[in-house]
């Protein structure tokens, strides 16, 4: 049995040729699923019956267990869902005024071992199918409020650039009129900087978000809180960050959590500057860590939050300070499924 959610609609349509049915029933059935959201093929009342039932024989539409939900008091939500293959993985919901983000997992744990992130703890297993990541999204909108989805952001466990092409498969049916129609500038990949993903990423003509984990401002402390920054140092990576602006015309933000005592000084502040000061579509957004109480670091304190923060709007550095979200049901990446394995 096959994931039905694995193929885009010039694919359906080849499925269904090769089924002895006509390409017009796979777009009705890429309607059904995707516009209406039914995910049982009896349902699809204008596909003929015995059509439906060679369907069922040869796909398979939602293949996750809902293993966990949980609500924090800012009403972030976060769910954990089981795959066929005993494996979970997680995703947020988070809902912020007319703005509800669901931030996506693409790997079943993570090989890269940051060291603030729990998402690497229990290992690397696999890379996640493009109809496992569009289901994702069709949980997400399931948990949301009036089923409101209105941005994606591939911040969750694993690093999208190690699993490309089923992140860019799932973003085309996404994104596509005929799909979910989730436009592309509300769709954010976030990298921990995997330069040759960033050029790849450049070609794709599609108009989507960048951001960079950055969370050092020196090769040295980069390479102790991110061991991929060995690969691809800060000077390569920015220049690369360049040349993707450049030629997208696109803003990229760079992520930088604030940890105490290790990158949230005036001289990491200042640091960050210098690595940033020349580049004009640059974003910087500070995030105050959530505490995690398998590793070893602290949230920076609000004051010292404060100062980075001012040192860089003074600076002319475009930033902005993310709120904290969740911290109430584990939202920080990878913390759910860690606890869940852990019970
Ligand atoms: S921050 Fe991203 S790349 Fe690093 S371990 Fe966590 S999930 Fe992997």
Not at 143 to 172: C, Q, S, W
Request: glycine share 6%; with cysteine; aromatic share 8%.
């Amino acid at each position: 049995m096959q994931d039905i959610k694995d193929l885009d609609l010039k694919n359906l349509e080849r499925e269904f040729l090769a089924l002895g049915a006509k390409p017009y029933h796979a777009r009705q059935v890429f309607s059904w699923l995707y516009k209406r959201g039914v995910w049982d093929f009896n349902y699809m009342s204008d596909i003929p019956q015995a059509l439906r039932g060679k369907l069922a024989d040869r796909f398979y539409i939602l293949g996750f267990k809902l293993l966990k939900h949980l609500e924090s008091r800012d009403g972030t939500r976060k769910i954990l869902l089981g795959t066929k293959d005993n494996n979970s993985i997680e995703s947020v919901l988070i809902p912020a005024n007319s703005r509800v983000t669901g931030c996506l997992s693409s790997q079943v744990g993570c090989k890269y071992g940051c060291s603030f992130c729990a998402s690497g703890m229990l290992g690397f297993k696999r890379n996640l199918t493009a109809g496992e990541i569009i289901e994702e999204v069709i949980y997400l909108k399931d948990n949301a409020l009036e089923n409101r989805l209105t941005h994606l952001v591939f911040m969750g466990t694993g690093e999208p650039m190690d699993n490309y092409e089923n992140v860019i498969k799932a973003i085309r049916i996404i994104n596509s009129s005929a799909g979910l129609n989730i436009g592309a500038r509300r769709i954010t990949i976030s990298t921990n900087g995997i330069i040759p993903g960033i050029e790849r990423l450049s070609s794709e003509g599609l108009q989507l978000e960048l951001s960079v984990s950055l969370h050092a401002a020196t090769d040295e402390l980069r390479s102790s809180l991110m061991p991929v920054n060995k690969s691809y140092p800060l000077s390569e990576l920015i220049q690369a960050c360049k040349e993707y602006s450049l030629k997208t015309h696109r803003q990229v933000t760079f992520e930088y959590i604030l940890i105490k005592g290790l990158n949230s000084s005036l001289r990491d502040a200042e640091g960050l500057f210098r690595l940033l000061k020349d580049f004009k579509l640059a974003k910087v957004n500070l995030i105050p860590s959530n505490h995690i109480p398998e590793l070893e670091f602290e949230p920076a304190s609000k004051n010292s939050v404060d100062i980075f923060k001012d040192y860089l709007v003074k600076s002319r550095i475009n930033v902005t300070l993310r709120k904290e979200r969740g911290e109430d049901i584990n939202a920080a990446c990878g913390q759910l499924r860690l606890n869940y394995a852990k019970n």
